[in-house]
């Protein structure tokens, strides 16, 4: 009997072991608590995904550089006075952005912005004929702290000499002198007077009728790109 029970017991344990292992695992889409863990988690991954996307592209588009279109006017305050006659070729010359420069509604290139620039050709004006001729080019500009090369047209500014007027006034002048010699004594003090008023006329002439070009400093002078500027954004 004892035997029997003892039987009976093992056996009641191994059928519960039996249908403990043979259990089909639980379903974990029953309650919907794993399928919307598993959702959360790939809607969180595409979100994450999309804004990364978004953030790159606005860098994208940060990054992208500004055209200064050729044509584009840079109005300059010359840091010294420049001209025909002060200047030489290859010289160079300073002086700042006069006016903010924009692109659609943007300001690329701030008032105040240093400039440098070069003289390109500088003539006097002779001393009976030609004229004064000054010319000069906008070469770089600092942004951001550094330097940028960049073209413009060359600047002309040009004075036409006097070289008719003056031989007239020389003229006058020496026909003066001559009339003066010949009242104080003819002959030779006629050729004398002829001399010294000839020298009167062309000095009067070279002094009253002959102009240089003179641009002072601070004086606002406009350039015209011939080449497009590239600025990168940072």
Do not use: W
């Not at 994450?48 to 992208?64: I, L, T, Y």
């Not at 007239?168 to 003066?176: E, F, I, K, R, S």
């Amino acid at each position: 009997m004892r035997t029997r029970l003892i039987l009976l017991t093992l056996s009641f344990y191994l059928a519960v072991t039996t249908l403990a292992c043979n259990k089909p695992p639980a379903d974990t889409n029953a309650d919907g608590s794993n399928s919307a863990t598993s959702g959360t988690s790939s809607d969180t991954e595409k979100s994450s995904k999309e804004h990364r996307k978004d953030k790159e592209a606005k860098q994208e588009k940060k990054k992208e550089p500004v055209i200064v279109p050729t044509g584009t006017g840079i109005t300059v305050s010359l840091g010294s006075a420049l001209g025909s006659k002060i200047s030489q070729p290859g010289q160079s010359f300073t002086g700042t952005v006069a006016q903010d420069i924009t692109v659609g509604n943007e300001v690329v290139i701030p008032k105040g912005t240093a400039v440098s620039g070069t003289v390109t050709d500088a003539k006097a004006l002779g001393k009976f004929k030609g004229g004064a001729l000054l010319d000069i080019r906008l070469t770089s500009m600092t942004l951001g702290g550094s330097d940028m090369q960049i073209e413009t047209a060359a600047k002309n500014f040009t004075e036409k000499g006097k070289g008719k007027r003056t031989a007239v006034l020389t003229g006058g002048g020496a026909a003066l002198g001559g009339i003066i010699g010949a009242i104080a004594g003819g002959g030779k003090g006629a050729a004398i007077g002829m001399a010294a008023g000839a020298g009167a006329g062309a000095g009067g002439s070279a002094f009253t009728g002959n102009k240089e070009i003179v641009l002072p400093a601070e004086s606002n002078v406009t350039f015209e790109l011939t080449k497009d500027i590239k600025l990168e954004r940072m």
